[in-house]
């Protein structure tokens, strides 16, 4: 079966990427695909405004997309528990064609793991001929292994001497001692003579009878008697098979867990055969195998709203990418074969998701299109920014059609709901709520953005802004940041800089504040199309100023 198809936006997924991620999977789903809307990041306030209000759960949330353990891992794994008998260990294991298996407690803990290799040595044990034979004994199992019938219930403690009464009664004794199972047959003499003697158990083979007397004395002493149909010799094997699996089985064991990444897993494989998987309680989930590793497909993925290595999740490099659906400029995700590759100048990812819909001959759900009007509002400013076109016009009054949906007022109750908690956010999170990263001829830039009709909670905030802004800029190594603060009441921009903020205001063609960190811009509302572009004359004017 082919693995499901995962479609997701930008780090720090906002309202565009979320939307266009939920309405192409359900587009691929109608298709025949299985597809997973996935985000990364912690949903923002008005991304869970829109879902709450068109009741559509939280897309799963993926930090990476580097392949893990579970998406390898075989499920339904055979396992004994601790209790059972080697020997329905070894024919699960003949079952199965298995060389181990985890052995698991009454909480589906792994206690430890049994292989054939342990049970081979049951063979070759104890071959000396002055050794006793000593297995430990436990009620239940020898009835299950023996398929026998209790004849009588014992009381006396069974202990791990077993011998077989292959001798006159009179010898017999001399071997025996207390807690002692003795197999034999119908020799009354000598059954009498085992339980006098202490044994603790009689199993009598061959499903001969057993005298009344041999009963009332196994009753009187408190002596197990087990019948079986089992001849001597298979009797005898098929006790040696009847202790608990715990006894052999290897205590010190390697173990992964389902987000282990396999190639960290790799190294510990090519020690194994195999690896039990387990969750934080050390419960069984999962089993991995060399097989299974060479197996391994990567994860298939779909990216919306994006196309920069520098802005997808983690491990994008490992997966398999299926597509790109986007709306901003080409930049630098390679590809080993060719892709549906879907890259136009509008102003969000949804209205091209849209196009897709009616291509397919597709018709657009409610929850789906609720989901695409508000990434499609939030990303135009209400269809006010500069980005702006006559298809995103056209597809906002199409999708309010399907929603009862008033564009206005709906597009201010999200706003409304991003800014709900500006004042609670930390610097950091301000910053990098909607941000992005861009590499421009080797110099690194981040632009993060918000985007609000209360400026001033924010502006307020300047000095603490910017000397986050300084410590992320050295720690990710950063020459330019800018954090952009768009007033969608008034479209215009506080821009708060850090690296390079006379190239950018060069740039800009704007004067920098008192400051020497800030530039105010009227009309400045987009980073994609008013900023973005600017990144190569900014580097090159940073060269000019490095030269002088």
Known sequence: MAQPIYVIGHKQSDLDSIASAYAYARLLQAQGEEAIPARHGTIKPEVRFVLERYGVEPPEALEDVYLQVRDVMRRGVISIHVDQPLLEAGRLLQEHNRRAMPVIDDEGRVRGIIAIEDLAKLFFKDLDPQAVNRVPLERD??????????????????????????MQAATMREYLEPGCLVVLGDREDAQLAAIEAGAAALVITGDLLVSERTLAAARKHGVLVISTAYHTFTAVRLINLSMKTSEIMNRDFDSCRPEDLMSEIQPLLARHRSLPVLDDEGRLVGYLSRTDMLNARPRRIVLV????????????????????????????????????????????????????????????????????????????????????????????AELAEITGEDLESYGQAIFAAAASDLNERSPEALLTADFKEYTVNGLRFAIGTVETATPSVIEQRSAELLETMRQLSQERNYSVFLFMIVDIINMRCRLLIHGGEQAVATALGAPLGSDGHTIEVEGLVSRKKQLVPLLGRIRSLLQERVRS
Request: overall charge negative; proline content about 3%.
């Open 305 to 396: 709203d994006h196309n920069e290595r520098a802005q997808a999740v983690d491990g994008i490099e490992e997966a398999e990418l299926l597509a790109i659906i986007d709306h901003h400029r080409i930049a630098d995700v390679h590809t080993s074969k060719p892709i549906m590759f879907r890259a136009e100048p509008v102003g969000c990812t949804g209205t091209i998701i849209v196009s897709l819909y009616h291509e397919a001959g597709v018709p657009i759900s409610r929850e789906a299109a609720g989901l695409l009007l508000a990434g499609l509002l939030y990303d135009t400013l209400i269809l006010r920014s500069p980005t702006t076109t006559e298809r995103d016009e056209q597809v906002a």
């Open 141 to 166: 199992n020898l009835v299950r292994v023996l398929h026998g019938r209790v004849l009588v219930e014992g009381r006396r403690k069974l202990g791990n001497r077993i011998l077989v009464g292959a």
